[in-house]
């Protein structure tokens, strides 16, 4: 602030003048400024409620949607008949008494009562009353909602995004019809819990912090316990991030595969590292001692009945996940120019090619196993794929090793930004929640599809448009055939309906 002082203030009539018409001028200048920001900050807004115009009617169909499926099967169906009554349980305020078939932890249970008391509590209506089936199916919608939300901001935050961009919300919408985790949003399933959960850990460690990726991992596992797998997998991109910081190494890190392990391997082998690996990974360690503690405790990773979830050594999961995915991100995993460059570079290595396809027969041969679920329960999508194609004929699942191939090199291409270290973490979790996997299960594949497509190199318009029309349409056939097809058993006299 100027301060006038006797010695130099006139009051001159012109004097007086030119000083009015200067702070006259400075006032008026910052009216303009003021108006101008704000008017900006007015356009800047466009775009968030654009987002949150998108949000919204994601929400509003998934509703109306929740209902119609509700209306069409009101009393539990599948799993449900463990999970609704265990639930039910908890609302009792029973939480001694345990269904010996139900095989995941009672994360959901426990979320669902947290959710519904202070509601029960407004209405002032007994807990156990309001639970529902349908009250309890709310639940996912919840989950959905918060999804929405997470996926936008860890794909702005891993493409450093501009927050006002909407292609992020584009994205998250399509992510979120992901057909395998959208038709579960209406019923009482674990999936949309787990990956809620899993989703925030991933957006707090992509923040560095370390706190709260190592909670919500750890809620994770309440929901289902190979969720441990993509803890693990936060605390390897974390130690990657760490390792690329050391600028020392770059050239060493962006050489080749081997060449990261082998820095990798030399920074966490050097003394003077082991305290900020300590500071950074030592809670993503505790959960994972936790986990450690309760498989032994338990005899093994699998609660309630173990006998039809043994681990096995199924190499030909990843094929099958290669595949799925394929499938789904078709619009991103397949074009003219992916082809003619798969083409060009499997010419260019016919030796390795030869190799790889060789080592793929020899997986599939030695390697193939077929659960009994697979076989008998026509229910599920898998049983008609395994038996319209891979039954058809005994050398289908050899003819098909080109086309997984194909997908393996499409998906590798399509995460080309991301570093050798990230990769090599990614893929040796992805080979630990799949290979061990006995049965041939679309939902396994949910976490490392999602935490794929959220890391692939930004798409055009017009291909998020065609993923977004994909996973429509396989939703509005999948819950057509869902509501509208029903059909029986001999044996039973309960309604079967198809699902995924």
């Not at 100027?2 to 009539?13: A, G, L």
């Not at 009482?188 to 707090?204: E, I, P, R």
């Not at 979790?429 to 949910?446: G, H, N, S, T």
Request: proline residues 5%; hydrophobic residues 50%.
């Amino acid at each position: 602030m100027q301060t006038f002082r006797p010695s130099n203030y006139h009051c001159s009539p012109s004097h007086v003048s030119q000083r009015w018409h200067q702070a006259d001028e400075i006032h008026v200048k910052k009216l303009d400024d003021k108006f101008n920001s704000l008017l900006n900050s007015k356009m800047d807004k466009k775009l968030p409620m654009e987002r949150i115009a998108v949000s919204a009617i994601f929400v509003l169909v998934t509703a109306v949607v929740f209902f119609q499926v509700d209306k069409t099967q009101p009393t539990p169906y599948m799993d449900e008949i463990f999970h609704v009554p265990q639930a039910q349980k908890y609302c009792a305020g029973n939480f001694t008494e345990w269904d010996p078939m139900i095989t995941t932890p009672p994360g959901l249970y426990l979320m669902s009562v947290a959710l519904i008391q202070p509601i029960s509590q407004l209405l002032q209506v007994e807990l156990e009353d309001i639970c529902t089936t349908q009250v309890l199916r709310m639940t996912n919608i919840f989950f959905a909602v918060v999804n929405i939300f997470v996926l936008e901001a860890l794909y702005r935050k891993i493409h450093d995004k501009n927050p006002s961009g909407v292609a992020s919300s584009i994205v998250a919408v399509n992510i979120s019809i992901l057909p395998t985790l959208y038709f579960f949003t209406n019923l009482y399933y674990t999936d949309m819990g787990s990956t809620c959960f899993v989703l925030l850990a991933y957006l707090a460690a992509l923040h560095k912090n370390s706190l709260l990726a190592a909670l919500f991992g750890a809620l994770s596992l309440l929901f289902r316990q190979t969720n441990i797998v993509w803890v693990v997998f936060l605390a390897g991109v974390t130690f990657a991030r760490l390792v690329e910081k050391d600028t020392s190494q770059s050239k060493q890190l962006n050489k080749s595969p081997l060449s990261a392990i082998q820095v990798a391997a030399k920074f966490a082998l050097s003394p003077k590292n082991w305290p900020r690996l300590v500071w950074t990974l030592w809670l993503y360690g505790v959960v994972v001692a936790c986990f450690v503690a309760f498989v032994v405790v338990n005899n093994g990773i699998v609660l309630g009945d173990k006998s039809h979830h043994q681990a096995v050594i199924h190499i030909p999961q990843l094929f099958y996940f290669c595949a799925h995915t394929l499938g789904f991100l078709a619009p991103i995993l397949i074009s003219v120019g992916k082809v003619s460059r798969f083409l060009k570079t499997s010419s260019s290595r016919p030796g390795r090619v030869f190799l790889g396809l060789i080592l793929m027969a020899v997986a599939v041969h030695q390697f193939s196993y077929v659960h009994k679920y697979l076989l008998a329960d026509n229910r599920h999508i898998p049983f008609y794929i395994w038996r319209k194609i891979y039954l058809r004929h005994p050398w289908v699942r050899y003819a098909l090793i080109p086309g997984y191939l194909y997908a393996g090199w499409s998906i590798s291409d399509s995460l080309s930004a991301k570093s050798h270290l990230w990769r090599l973490v990614y893929l040796v979790c992805l080979v630990v929640a799949c290979v061990p996997q006995k049965l041939l299960e679309f939902r396994y594949f949910i976490l490392p599809l999602i935490i794929l497509r959220l890391n692939v190199t930004p798409q055009s318009k017009g291909r998020l448009l065609g993923e977004f029309l994909l996973f429509s349409a396989i939703n509005v056939v999948m819950l057509y055939l869902f509501m509208s097809k029903p059909f029986m058993w001999e044996d039973s006299p309960d309604i079967q309906r198809f699902m995924w």
